[in-house]
């Protein structure tokens, strides 16, 4: 220990003349770098603050000893020796290193060691001079983290998930033996309505919930990643056949068939999927990722809450698309629509009460197109406003064909878009179609779905008043398809409620559904609302609603939707039949 000198007596030889000592000194006591010195046998003579801060070693500690006392492990032999070669060869080496706290915590560090020559050229010390990279390290791992992961989830990002998938297809790829991997590509189903009926905070924990259950479904070597908004995609690599991407789409349905408790409310969800299997479906991930998204449009469009594998149809269908669109915005121009109209009968006097106005559509191009086809499609391309004004339009004059043939207080129900109806604009151009076709708004009923009042409360009422001080009826449509509130519902001014057809279809035969007609009827009386129920079709389900005090019927067993010429047959001979006027 006869060698080991003092901080002074250190600084004292290593201080360059044109410096004070005192500058020396002071600068190795408060540079923010640890710094080490050993003698020429790399025994450590001298340290300074920051090395005491950073390892937790004090001086008297480490004093006498060699720098392997912060050795890591991490690192072997061979890099040492590899690391001494170059100091003794070039004088100096640099880069980082793994190093251990006294509280054997590892870390990392930028370590440069300098070998200290006399005049001679002998060596007489050596320098080492680092800096602890743990914050930077947590920043930069913290940063590739947002990078790669979705920060609401926490599971792969739309970055990430191609990445990987493109590294994945690129290692098949060159696999001798062929390997099929499955895309699934997955959507919830109505989320927006959960978004605008309950917030998006509870939105967003939503997903967080969707994603832990999705999790436990995946395996180690498969990709979940949130693909955005309500989207996510997953890869099951390497499957024996595409019957685990079925078993595996199974298990998903399955798990959301329990509720998602959010802030003590239950909240159900579903989800519409589409599978695309490669190399079957295609070799790189833009094709997989397309195919497996129309296949899931293709669910979705045939009910929800299901699966599809992709297709060569599938195909035609997107071309289908464009047509529409370039379609519909020429039959709107054109004028081309026309409506149907349904009566709705009184379970009371066998009365017609009123009609709905139902739009058709027979494209020169396309042939009949469905009405659910095209009003999506309008809605989800914006047109959906000049064909709901169109469709106003229309309505006008089938009210002025039931005057002139002598049934002028028959009222008719417009269906109104939400899109359509939450513009600023909505009440004015309503207006002015009346007056621009002499009607009056008492002989019409204006339906909106649940999905259209829920959406902001005091905006929807201060509308709905002001359509009822113009004289137009409001009905409620779709009833119990959307996430109904009660308390929501009182405060509408609402006269008719309309009940689903998907409750009529099974009252006869599921005592679920015939409880919750039974329920709605009971409500929507309490609140001095008259109840439609919609879709009937058999006498048995008419017996029943009337049995239930069901006020009005509208269905097949009566009538299905007519032209208006044919409707004021129907009306003449229902008079006839039943032997009273309107």
């Not at 399955?254 to 519409?272: G, L, N």
């Not at 359509?420 to 151009?429: E, G, I, K, T």
């Not at 009566?558 to 004021?568: N, R, V």
Request: hydrophobic fraction near 40%; charged fraction near 25%.
């Amino acid at each position: 220990m006869s060698e080991l000198k003092s901080n002074k007596s250190i600084m004292q030889e290593l201080a360059l003349s044109q410096f004070p000592k005192e500058l020396i000194e002071r600068v190795f006591e408060n540079i923010a770098e640890g710094i080490m010195i050993t003698d020429r046998y790399r025994r450590i003579l001298s340290i300074n603050v920051a090395f005491e801060f950073v390892t937790g070693f004090k001086l008297e500690e480490v004093q006498g000893k060699k720098p392997s006392i912060l050795q890591s492990g991490v690192h072997d032999r061979a890099f040492y020796i590899d690391m001494w070669k170059q100091i003794g060869k070039a004088g100096m080496w640099q880069g980082e290193i793994w190093n251990r706290r006294k509280t054997g915590e590892l870390y990392p560090e930028w370590l440069t060691i300098l070998a200290i020559k006399d005049e001679a050229g002998k060596i007489t010390n050596y320098c080492g001079i680092f800096t602890d990279l743990s914050e930077r390290k947590i920043v930069e791992d913290e940063l590739e983290k947002r990078a790669l992961h979705d920060s609401l989830t926490e599971v792969c990002n739309r970055f990430a998930y191609i990445e990987r998938m493109n590294a994945l297809l690129e290692v098949t790829e060159n696999k001798v033996m062929p390997i099929q991997h499955a895309v699934i590509f997955m959507d919830l189903d109505r989320f927006k309505q959960v978004n605008d009926l309950l917030g998006h905070a509870i939105g967003d924990q939503l997903l967080v919930e969707v994603s832990k259950r999705v999790k436990t479904l995946v395996r180690n070597k498969d990709i979940l990643a949130r693909f955005g908004g309500d989207e996510f995609v997953i890869t099951l690599a390497n499957i024996q056949h595409p019957r685990e991407a079925a078993k595996f789409a199974e298990q998903v349905l399955r798990v959301f068939e329990a509720p998602i408790k959010v802030h003590d409310q239950d909240v159900y969800i579903s989800t519409s999927m589409g599978i695309s299997i490669y190399p079957a479906d295609g070799t790189t991930t833009e094709h997989l990722l397309n195919r497996a998204d129309r296949a899931m449009s293709f669910s979705k469009d045939n009910g929800r809450n299901c699966y599809s594998f992709y297709f060569d149809e599938l195909e035609t269908d997107s071309n289908r698309v464009l047509t529409l669109d370039s379609e519909l915005r020429k039959a709107i121009e054109n004028m081309e629509f026309t409506l149907a109209y349904q009566p709705k009968i009184s379970t009371e006097n066998n009365e017609i009460v009123g009609i709905e106005a139902l739009v058709r559509w027979n494209s020169e191009k396309l042939g009949f197109v469905s009405p659910a086809e095209f009003v999506e499609h309008a809605e989800e391309s914006g047109l959906i406003i000049p064909l709901s004004e169109m469709i106003f339009e229309l309505a006008c004059e089938g009210y002025h064909q039931l005057v002139s043939a002598g049934y002028p207080n028959v009222p008719i129900a417009v269906n109104v878009s939400s899109i359509h109806f939450q513009q600023q604009s909505f009440l004015d151009s309503v207006q002015k179609i009346l007056e621009r076709n002499n009607a009056s708004a008492q002989s019409f009923e204006i339906e909106v779905t649940e999905r259209t009042v829920m959406n902001s409360a005091q905006e929807t009422v201060s509308k709905l008043v002001k359509l009822r001080q113009l004289g137009f009826k409001l009905s409620i449509d779709d009833f119990g398809t959307g996430y109904s509130s009660l308390s929501y519902l009182v405060r509408f001014p609402l006269d008719v409620l309309k009940i689903d057809r998907s409750f009529i279809q099974h009252i006869c035969s599921l005592d679920d559904k015939q409880a919750i007609v039974d329920a709605i009827i009971q409500m929507a009386h309490r609140l001095q609302m008259k109840v439609v129920a919609e879709g009937v079709e058999t006498s048995q389900q008419v017996d029943l609603l009337k049995s239930m005090g069901c006020d009005y019927i509208q269905g097949y067993y009566y009538s299905k939707p007519l032209p208006m010429e044919e409707l004021i047959d129907f009306i003449q001979f229902w008079e006839v039949e039943h032997q009273g006027r309107i």
